[in-house]
């Protein structure tokens, strides 16, 4: 477990280096750029990060971590029976604050990164959030439920802003109306 | 309007492409491999496609003019009141049948294609569904219904074979017990 406060320095840090390469490409940002912004000093920069390259990795990897313990602090969630009020709460209060936090580093993610990380990051966000399903979820349960997460997670990236509660809600209330079974 | 035995050839070829893809990697795929799994001569084959690179353009050009017309052929679809039992007949009767037809094709493009192309691929299956739903959909649930669309072709993908419509129905039936307005 990481001081917080450095927690906080290095958060400061990937998120100016994310908007700063939003702003003018990742060619373009220099380390003193991305200090200028972050208000920290060299040296505080080179405690953390060997240089450009470093930080890129250290930035998805954090941004990863951060989202595995996100997802390790929920109770188990599935969309069944007396559950699926625990994955809209979550949806709400936990993912759409979180993304709408790290906006910047997911837009980096998805302008600026190889076929082979978007794929590997798909998968790691599929598997964080399989392993907080029962193991006995049918799989297209599984599909569906991690098809909402990355819904709302696109949604917050692309409107910069995350969605009213209350129209998740109606979206997730209006799903089953008129379906029958059988 | 293509004749329907020229697509119908072009779908084998595209198909056996894919399949060989699959098997020994794109690099050691030989035309006169794809014509005797086709089982179509040399001259067919170059009617419709110069060459290897043109073959893979065409596959893909195809999968999204062939996506694109599935969805036009439907009746607008939305979540909301009495048109979510559209969206239920849609993905079981219609979409999963058709990506289930197409695995190949859609592993093919997730295995070997740039990051690029799978941004202008999502991008793509993004605005056709989006075109279908009422202009005054919510923007949440037109993310959600793309959502589960897309979690239902990556299932089908994944997995080789297409839920069964009771799984859908009852993933989708549960998704709002107990999920309350306000």
Do not use: W
């Amino acid at each position: 477990m990481q001081d917080l406060r450095v927690i906080k320095t290095k958060m400061t840090i990937e998120n100016a280096f994310a908007e700063l390469i939003l702003e003018k490409g990742l060619d373009a940002v220099k380390i003193v750029d991305v200090t200028n912004r972050a208000k920290v000093d060299r040296h505080t920069f080179y405690r953390h990060y060997k240089n450009k390259n470093d930080l890129m990795d250290h930035m998805i990897a954090d941004f990863f971590g951060e989202f595995a313990e996100l997802i390790e602090k929920q109770p188990p969630f599935s969309i069944g029976y007396q559950s699926s009020d625990k994955l809209t709460q979550f949806l709400i209060n936990d993912l759409a604050p979180f993304i709408s936090s790290k906006q910047h580093i997911l837009r980096v993610a998805q302008q600026e990164l190889s076929a082979t990380f978007s794929k590997v990051s798909r998968q790691n966000i599929r598997d964080t959030i399989h392993q907080k399903l029962d193991a006995d979820t049918p799989e297209i349960e599984v599909y569906i439920i991690i098809g909402i997460c990355t819904a709302l997670m696109q949604y917050v990236v692309d409107h910069k802003t995350t969605p009213t509660k209350e129209a998740v809600l109606k979206t997730l209330n209006d799903l089953n109306a008129f379906t029958t079974l059988g």
